[in-house]
């Protein structure tokens, strides 16, 4: 499903994620690396796929 919402590296997702951590977790991004970000993001979206079945 690669295409517009799916990329094919990390490095072109990183702008999704640092829009995500700004608009959804108010943080300063210079407090954290994209690493911690991604588990972040990662841990909070696997609380809502669990949810939906």
């Known amino acids: ?3 517009t919402y799916f ?3 990390a490095q ?3 702008s999704f994620i640092n829009e995500w951590f700004d ?3 108010c ?3 210079a ?3 994209i690493e911690t970000r991604r588990y ?3 841990g909070h979206l ?3 796929q669990k949810n939906a079945y």
């Open 46 to 48: 696997s609380l809502f």
């Open 27 to 29: 943080q300063n991004k």
């Open 40 to 42: 972040i993001i990662d």
């Open 12 to 14: 072109d997702f990183e």
């Open 7 to 9: 990329k094919p590296s």
């Open 1 to 3: 499903m690669e295409g």
């Open 31 to 33: 407090e954290t690396t």
């Open 23 to 25: 608009t959804v977790y």
